[in-house]
């Protein structure tokens, strides 16, 4: 193994060099793990549906989520090592973005010690970085993220989504959506700026490429309202306008919502949507966010004889919020009852109690849903959650 400065010093110069820019990431990896002095390194990406983590160089098997080391360092975002079949050590490393699980990152070494395992942290970092950097335009990772074609509907619709988990400090908001690949009329965003976390889930009319064209065009008009700084009641406003111009036959459910991430306010708009769900230490606080609805977004607020009302209420710590389409209350047990809100809330609830991760409780959550009806899901079926953490001084 080299030293640590040199090794570390040969990594800074790879990456400075101009010319190694535009190499793919799997060669950019084996020299970058060269460079720091390891002696292997396969990157592993997380599949649409989270269930296995099929790596870049389609050679080496893929791995499940559910029943593997590399899945438990997925589920968890935690180192795990082992013997590997090659000789030597194997590392597990979580790849994270931000608050964004992309996938894990397996490095082998003869052994391991502090060194080489801060360096294999070094490079799952900076493969991370390197795959949200380009995954927009590079379908390599697109396809090895993918186990079978996605119907036009989702496809259009997915180029909108933003990433199925984002956060700080003071807050995380993730989401998970069923079916994956033919999803036409569900949609979740979220956004942050440095005083606010922007969170919004939409449902609209049909099942079909109209469907997704109304929904998109939604996410549109909501971003561009929020990002020219746009207030709540504006930034619906300017959905409805958007919906009621473009595609007058068209409407959506959907609820808008703005959290302080200093205080814990929240604001939020309901345009008939399903009431979101209030879990405060451990416990479903029935009905706390229930409130009359608005029309949903679309020709229909035009027709109304009011405004639309902006509600509030204030989050106490650890606080968490739900948010979900009708397709998950409405999904069959195993036993072939429906799910129902208790028993929503209480898979979340248990969950939390027992330490798990958000965005591990949705992916769980939503496989369980889809698992019990065979795939065969009655309706589309969406969750957004965000929770409110802030930093104690």
């Known amino acids: 193994m080299a030293a640590p400065e ?19 990431l799997p060669t950019a990896v084996e020299r970058c793990a060269k460079a720091l002095g390891l002696q292997n390194a396969v990157v592993y990406l997380a599949d649409l549906q989270q269930r296995q983590l099929a790596p870049l160089n389609e050679v080496t ?20 090592v082992e013997e590997s079949q090659l000789g030597g ?3 597990w490393l979580p790849m994270v973005d931000g608050a964004e699980r992309i996938g894990v990152l397996a490095v082998h070494s003869p052994s391991l010690d502090p060194v080489s395992l801060r360096r294999g942290r070094t490079l799952a970092h900076l493969c991370a970085m390197m795959i949200t950097s380009k995954r927009s335009y590079k379908d390599t990772y697109v396809r090895r993220a993918r186990t079978r074609p996605m119907e036009l509907p ?69 971003r561009n309202a929020r990002r020219t700084g746009a207030d709540l009641p504006e930034l619906v406003e300017s959905v409805d306008t958007a919906l009621t111009r473009w595609l007058p036959d068209q409407f959506c459910t959907a609820i808008l919502c703005q959290l302080d991430l200093a205080t814990g306010g929240l604001r939020w708009v309901n345009c008939g949507h399903p009431a979101p769900l209030l879990i405060r230490d451990e416990r479903l606080m029935r009905d706390a966010m229930a ?12 027709l109304a004889p009011t405004a639309r009302r902006v509600h509030e209420m204030d989050l ?15 999904a069959r047990t195993p036993h072939g009852d429906e799910l129902g809100l208790d028993r929503f809330a209480d898979y979340v609830i248990r969950a939390t109690a ?40």
């Open 154 to 222: 989702a496809e259009m619709l997915r180029a909108y989504l933003p990433p199925r988990t984002i956060g700080t400090t003071h807050a995380v908001s993730t989401a998970v959506m069923e079916p994956a690949y033919e999803v036409g009329g569900d949609a979740f965003d979220h956004a942050l700026t440095e005083t606010t976390l922007h969170a919004g889930i939409m449902d609209a009319m049909g099942h079909d490429l109209a469907s997704g064209l109304t929904t998109v065009v939604s996410l549109a008009a909501c």
């Open 291 to 302: 409130r009359e609805a608005d029309p949903p977004l679309g020709l229909p607020a035009s």
């Open 354 to 393: 027992a330490g798990e991760l958000a965005p591990e409780t949705l992916r769980r959550l939503i496989h369980s849903i889809v698992d019990a009806q065979d795939n065969r899901l009655r309706d589309d079926a969406t969750i957004v959650m965000f929770e409110w953490r802030p930093t104690t001084r």
């Open 61 to 80: 098997p893929t791995l499940p989520i559910d029943d593997s080391l590399a899945g438990w360092t997925y589920r968890t975002e935690s180192l795990r």
């Open 316 to 330: 106490e710590p650890g606080d968490r919020v739900l948010m979900y389409t009708d397709g998950v209350t409405e």
């Open 6 to 24: 040199s090794a570390d010093s040969v990594l800074c110069e790879f990456l400075a060099d101009p010319h190694n820019a535009p190499l793919d």
């Open 89 to 91: 050590m194997t590392a």
